[in-house]
Protein backbone atom coordinates (compact mmCIF):
# COMPACT_ATOMS: atom_id res chain seq x y z
CA UNK A 1 0.00 0.00 0.00
CA UNK A 2 0.97 3.75 -0.77
CA UNK A 3 1.82 6.37 1.87
CA UNK A 4 -1.59 7.41 1.03
CA UNK A 5 -3.27 4.20 1.39
CA UNK A 6 -1.90 3.19 4.72
CA UNK A 7 -2.65 6.44 6.41
CA UNK A 8 -6.11 6.40 5.24
CA UNK A 9 -6.57 3.15 6.33
CA UNK A 10 -5.11 3.28 9.50
CA UNK A 11 -6.38 6.29 10.19
CA UNK A 12 -2.65 7.76 11.27
CA UNK A 13 -0.81 10.98 9.50
CA UNK A 14 0.76 10.51 6.19
CA UNK A 15 3.95 12.06 8.09
CA UNK A 16 3.64 9.00 10.60
CA UNK A 17 3.16 6.54 8.13
CA UNK A 18 5.99 7.95 5.67
CA UNK A 19 8.39 7.93 9.43
CA UNK A 20 7.36 4.08 10.18
CA UNK A 21 7.90 2.99 6.68
CA UNK A 22 11.73 4.25 6.60
CA UNK A 23 12.04 3.11 10.11
CA UNK A 24 11.21 -0.74 9.03
CA UNK A 25 13.65 -0.08 5.38
CA UNK A 26 16.45 0.69 8.27
CA UNK A 27 15.43 -2.22 10.03
CA UNK A 28 15.68 -4.14 6.69
CA UNK A 29 18.76 -2.57 5.62
CA UNK A 30 20.85 -3.40 9.00
CA UNK A 31 19.32 -6.79 9.99
CA UNK A 32 18.05 -8.28 6.53
CA UNK A 33 19.11 -11.30 4.84
CA UNK A 34 21.47 -9.63 2.82
CA UNK A 35 24.21 -6.84 4.25
CA UNK A 36 24.75 -3.87 1.86
CA UNK A 37 28.08 -1.96 1.12
CA UNK A 38 27.23 1.02 -0.96
CA UNK A 39 30.52 2.87 0.24
CA UNK A 40 32.08 2.08 -3.04
CA UNK A 41 31.40 5.41 -5.02
CA UNK A 42 33.23 4.78 -8.45
CA UNK A 43 30.77 1.86 -9.01
CA UNK A 44 26.89 3.10 -9.88
CA UNK A 45 24.46 2.62 -6.88
CA UNK A 46 22.93 -0.81 -7.36
CA UNK A 47 19.52 0.12 -7.75
CA UNK A 48 19.68 2.71 -10.40
CA UNK A 49 17.69 0.62 -12.58
CA UNK A 50 14.93 1.12 -10.46
CA UNK A 51 15.04 5.06 -10.06
CA UNK A 52 14.34 7.63 -12.78
CA UNK A 53 16.76 10.66 -12.98
CA UNK A 54 14.91 12.41 -10.67
CA UNK A 55 14.84 9.59 -8.49
CA UNK A 56 10.68 9.35 -8.10
CA UNK A 57 11.39 11.54 -5.35
CA UNK A 58 13.49 9.39 -3.19
CA UNK A 59 16.00 11.65 -2.02
CA UNK A 60 19.71 10.74 -2.26
CA UNK A 61 20.37 9.50 1.55
CA UNK A 62 17.65 6.93 1.17
CA UNK A 63 18.57 5.60 -2.15
CA UNK A 64 20.19 3.00 -0.25
CA UNK A 65 17.11 2.14 2.13
CA UNK A 66 14.90 1.80 -1.12
CA UNK A 67 17.17 -0.58 -2.40
CA UNK A 68 17.34 -2.55 0.64
CA UNK A 69 13.86 -3.30 0.41
CA UNK A 70 13.72 -3.70 -3.20
CA UNK A 71 16.04 -6.38 -2.83
CA UNK A 72 14.59 -7.96 0.59
CA UNK A 73 10.94 -7.94 -1.83
CA UNK A 74 12.91 -9.75 -4.35
CA UNK A 75 14.80 -12.31 -1.97
CA UNK A 76 11.31 -13.18 -0.54
CA UNK A 77 8.89 -13.76 -3.37
CA UNK A 78 11.39 -15.86 -4.97
CA UNK A 79 12.64 -17.98 -1.58
CA UNK A 80 10.77 -17.38 1.47
CA UNK A 81 8.80 -20.34 2.02
CA UNK A 82 6.53 -20.83 5.59
CA UNK A 83 8.17 -24.27 7.59
CA UNK A 84 7.06 -25.47 10.88
CA UNK A 85 8.10 -28.32 13.11
CA UNK A 86 5.45 -29.97 15.05
CA UNK A 87 5.85 -32.90 17.75
CA UNK A 88 3.58 -35.92 16.75
CA UNK A 89 3.29 -36.52 20.44
CA UNK A 90 0.99 -33.77 20.96
CA UNK A 91 -2.60 -33.75 19.98
CA UNK A 92 -2.92 -30.62 19.14
CA UNK A 93 -0.01 -30.21 16.62
CA UNK A 94 -0.99 -33.76 15.35
CA UNK A 95 -4.87 -32.11 14.93
CA UNK A 96 -3.07 -28.96 12.78
CA UNK A 97 -0.84 -31.16 10.74
CA UNK A 98 -3.88 -33.44 9.86
CA UNK A 99 -5.99 -30.14 9.01
CA UNK A 100 -2.89 -28.69 6.88
CA UNK A 101 -2.71 -32.16 5.27
CA UNK A 102 -6.03 -31.75 4.01
CA UNK A 103 -5.75 -28.29 2.70
CA UNK A 104 -5.73 -28.26 -1.35
CA UNK A 105 -5.46 -25.27 -4.12
CA UNK A 106 -6.00 -25.77 -7.79
CA UNK A 107 -6.02 -29.05 -6.76
CA UNK A 108 -2.65 -29.53 -5.43
CA UNK A 109 -1.52 -29.91 -1.77
CA UNK A 110 -0.80 -26.21 -0.48
CA UNK A 111 1.47 -27.96 2.69
CA UNK A 112 3.89 -30.89 2.48
CA UNK A 113 3.73 -32.80 5.67
CA UNK A 114 6.54 -35.09 6.24
CA UNK A 115 6.90 -37.60 9.21
CA UNK A 116 10.21 -37.41 10.62
CA UNK A 117 11.16 -40.33 12.50
CA UNK A 118 13.40 -40.93 15.83
CA UNK A 119 16.90 -41.91 14.87
CA UNK A 120 17.06 -45.65 15.04
CA UNK A 121 20.12 -47.69 16.02
CA UNK A 122 22.35 -48.12 13.16
CA UNK A 123 20.74 -45.09 11.40
CA UNK A 124 23.10 -42.12 10.22
CA UNK A 125 20.48 -39.89 9.41
CA UNK A 126 16.29 -40.14 10.42
CA UNK A 127 13.89 -41.53 8.31
CA UNK A 128 11.58 -39.20 6.43
CA UNK A 129 8.28 -40.38 5.22
CA UNK A 130 4.69 -39.07 4.01
CA UNK A 131 2.28 -38.18 6.56
CA UNK A 132 -0.34 -40.47 7.33
CA UNK A 133 -2.94 -39.05 9.79
CA UNK A 134 -3.91 -42.56 10.39
CA UNK A 135 -0.51 -44.55 10.89
CA UNK A 136 2.14 -41.96 12.50
CA UNK A 137 4.88 -42.37 15.27
CA UNK A 138 4.25 -40.24 17.99
CA UNK A 139 7.68 -39.93 18.50
CA UNK A 140 7.83 -38.56 15.43
CA UNK A 141 8.54 -34.48 14.47
CA UNK A 142 6.18 -33.56 12.29
CA UNK A 143 7.74 -31.07 9.41
CA UNK A 144 5.29 -28.78 7.74
CA UNK A 145 6.00 -26.98 4.29
CA UNK A 146 3.77 -24.40 2.68
CA UNK A 147 4.52 -24.25 -0.61
CA UNK A 148 2.47 -22.23 -2.29
CA UNK A 149 2.63 -18.61 -0.51
CA UNK A 150 2.32 -15.64 -2.69
CA UNK A 151 4.54 -12.73 -2.82
CA UNK A 152 3.26 -9.69 -0.62
CA UNK A 153 2.39 -12.96 2.04
CA UNK A 154 6.12 -13.72 1.75
CA UNK A 155 7.26 -10.41 2.52
CA UNK A 156 5.26 -9.31 5.20
CA UNK A 157 6.02 -12.30 6.98
CA UNK A 158 9.87 -11.96 6.48
CA UNK A 159 9.21 -8.28 7.89
CA UNK A 160 6.99 -9.32 10.69
CA UNK A 161 9.62 -11.73 12.15
CA UNK A 162 12.10 -9.20 11.78
CA UNK A 163 9.58 -6.69 13.55
CA UNK A 164 9.78 -9.21 16.66
CA UNK A 165 13.59 -9.49 16.63
CA UNK A 166 13.96 -5.96 16.52
CA UNK A 167 11.01 -3.84 17.46
CA UNK A 168 10.23 0.24 16.20
Same mark, same amino acid.
Given at each position: ? !?? @?? !???A???S?Q????? $?? =??R??? $?? +? &? /??? *????N?D?? +? #????V?????? &?V #???? +?? /??A?? %?V +???? !??????????????? #???????? @????I @????? =?R *?????????? #??????? =??????????E?? !??????? =? %?????? $???????? %??????
Amino acid at each position: M !TV @RD !TSKATKLSRQAVDSI $FM =RLRQIM $FD +H &G /LVK *FDFSNVDEP +H #PARFVFNPKHR &GV #PERH +HD /LYAAE %LV +HRVL !TAQNLRSFEELSASN #PAHVKKAI @RLHKI @RQNGM =RR *FAVIEQQTLK #PGETEPK =RIPFDPLDFEESS !TLLINEH =R %LDRHTA $FFRYLWGL %LLRYPL
